[in-house]
């Protein structure tokens, strides 16, 4: 069984659609995150959720909008896609969101703009 | 100047070898240290964290923190081909993870 699972796992778009990748985490955790990881691989955090609340919300362009139906689901709908947008995307899950949990990482999605 | 600094190498050595994998940070209010490790093309996931100064080991690795120069250290003695990823210095803050650029290992058979 995954822990924490997205879809899709590549995503090829031209730019000006809309798209949305989709998080599933099966460990029971409270706390949900996406970060973004750019060509040159750094990782760097956009949102996280806690308990389907929103507690981290980076510097990130109001085009990117993250949505959690329940504490196990953390969608994230990116708006009028810029070739700047293509990256790696991870959503990853922690226990409780404390800043000492492990935080456990989805296999990515990696989003190309055209 | 990014909060955490990797060497992003890539860095080659032979099976067997000891490696030795920097960090650097600015931000004296980091207690915890994480090294995660990312394989190609997949998440990273936690390989041993440290708090405050110190050495801790686990297996064939060895974190090391030296808060004074604000400098982190991770060694892996008798590398394996396995070992060959990239790997993240992250202190949290926050609940966040502030991440380096990562250094790519390559360990040759």
């Known amino acids: 069984d995954t822990a924490v699972s997205q879809t899709p796992k590549y995503l090829v778009t031209q730019m000006g659609n809309d798209k949305s990748i989709k998080c599933e985490q099966n460990l029971g955790h409270d706390t949900m995150y996406w970060y973004k990881q750019d060509s040159k691989k750094f990782l760097k955090i956009m949102f996280s959720y806690n308990n389907k609340e929103l507690i981290i919300n980076e510097t990130v362009p109001n085009r990117f909008s993250p949505k959690s139906p329940d504490k196990a689901h953390l969608n994230l709908h990116i708006n009028s896609l810029e070739l700047g947008d293509s990256a790696v995307y991870f959503c990853?899950?922690?226990?409780?969101?404390?800043?000492?949990?492990?935080?456990?990482f989805g296999p990515g999605t990696r989003l190309t703009v055209l | 100047q990014k909060e955490v600094e990797q060497d992003p190498g890539p860095l080659s050595v032979p099976e067997g070898a000891i490696v030795s994998l920097n960090c650097t940070y600015s931000?004296?209010?980091?207690?915890?240290f994480m090294w995660y490790r990312q394989y190609s093309r997949k998440g990273p996931e936690l390989l041993m964290y440290?708090?405050?100064?110190g050495n801790k080991e686990d297996g064939r690795f060895t974190a090391q923190v030296d808060k004074s120069s604000k400098y982190i250290s991770l060694f892996i003695r008798d590398s394996q081909p396995s070992d060959s990823a990239t790997y993240l210095c992250?202190?949290?803050?926050?609940?966040?993870?502030?991440f380096g650029q990562g250094t790519e290992l390559s360990v040759k058979p």
């Open positions: 931000n004296s209010a980091f207690q915890y």
């Open positions: 992250a202190p949290p803050q926050g609940g966040k993870l502030i």
């Open positions: 440290t708090y405050s100064s």
């Open positions: 990853a899950s922690s226990q409780r969101g404390f800043t000492t949990d492990t935080q456990y």
